[in-house]
C-alpha cells in the first residue's frame, strides 16, 4: 500500500511552517515542503515529522550550460539538507520558479534538440549525486496553461521520455495528476505506463479546477486510487493542493479518496 504525505506549504496558512509540519505529522501523514532556504531547519527537526520530500535545488535551469551548473551545485547543498531531515526524496523542474511559481528562465515555444542534450546530461549528473548520497531526484511535470508558463520539459509526456532516456535509479518522475489533468488528461493511462516502464518515484494531487483537495473538482481521485492498487502501487501519494476550507477537514477529504 502506499504512503500519504501532505505539502506543509499549502495548509494551515495561519500557523509556522514548523507548526504546520507537527499538525500534519500528528494527523498520521509524511510531510513536503518547497524550498529549504526558507525555513528554520532545527524547528522542522523538532517536529518529529516523516519529511518525504523537498525541493531539490535552489537556483538553475536544464536547458543551458550555465544553468546546469548552477543547477548541479545547488542541489549538492540540497542533498545534505535532504540528509539532515531524513529526507529520501528531492524534487525537481526545467528551471527555477520565482515566488509565484512563474520561471526564472522562461523558455517561449518548445524545447530545442540543444536543450533536450543539456537537460539528459544535466539529469544524468543528478541521478549519479542521488545515488552517491542514497537521495532520489524526482522530475516533476507541471502545466503550462494555466500555473507555470513558460517553464521547459513541464509536461508529463517531458519528464517520462527525460527519465526513461537517463535511466537510472536516482531519477524518477514526480507525477502530478493535477498538472496532468491540465495539460494532458487521461490520468489513470498515465499513471499506467509511468508505474509500467518503473518511472514512479512520487505520485502529487490537487483537483482541478483550483487546486484544492480532492473531491473539490472534476477529477476522480477514487477511481485513480482504485488504479494505484491494483498496480501495486507502493510509493507515496502526495496532497500538494490548497484547503477549501479547515485545512484539517481538507486532509481527512484526502485520505478518505485515497483508501480504496
Request: with cysteine; aromatic share 6%; proline share 5%.
Amino acid at each position: 500500500m502506499y504512503t500519504l504525505a501532505v505539502c506543509a506549504e499549502m495548509v494551515f496558512l495561519d500557523q509556522p511552517i514548523e507548526e504546520r509540519a507537527r499538525r500534519i505529522h500528528d494527523l498520521g501523514f509524511q510531510v513536503e515542503i518547497w524550498d529549504w532556504t526558507r525555513h528554520d531547519l532545527a524547528a522542522l527537526e523538532r517536529t518529529g515529522a516523516a519529511f518525504s520530500s523537498m525541493t531539490g535545488y535552489v537556483r538553475g535551469s536544464l536547458t543551458d550550460p550555465d544553468g546546469a551548473a548552477e543547477l548541479v551545485r545547488t542541489a549538492e547543498e540540497s542533498v545534505r539538507v535532504a540528509q539532515r531531515l531524513g529526507c529520501p526524496r528531492l524534487n525537481l523542474h526545467g528551471t527555477g520558479l520565482d515566488g509565484e511559481g512563474l520561471p526564472v528562465r522562461p523558455v517561449t515555444g518548445p524545447a530545442t534538440g540543444p536543450m533536450w542534450i543539456a537537460a539528459h546530461r544535466t539529469l544524468t549528473r543528478l541521478a549519479e549525486l542521488g545515488e552517491r548520497t542514497g537521495t532520489t531526484f524526482t522530475l516533476e511535470n507541471l502545466n503550462t496553461a494555466v500555473d507555470h508558463p513558460g517553464v521547459p520539459f513541464a509536461t508529463a509526456a517531458d519528464t517520462m521520455a527525460l527519465v526513461a532516456a537517463v535511466d537510472r535509479p536516482g531519477l524518477r518522475m514526480n507525477l502530478d495528476l493535477y498538472h496532468a489533468q491540465i495539460g494532458e488528461g487521461n490520468l489513470i493511462d498515465l499513471v499506467r505506463r509511468a508505474h509500467g516502464q518503473g518511472l514512479i518515484g512520487e505520485i502529487q494531487v490537487a483537483d482541478v479546477p483550483g487546486r484544492r483537495e480532492p473531491g473539490t473538482g472534476e477529477i476522480d481521485h477514487p477511481a485513480v486510487a482504485r488504479a494505484l492498487a491494483g498496480l501495486g502501487y507502493d510509493g507515496t501519494v502526495a496532497m500538494e493542493a490548497w484547503a477549501s476550507g479547515d485545512s484539517a477537514l481538507a486532509l481527512e477529504r484526502f485520505r478518505s479518496a485515497f483508501t480504496p
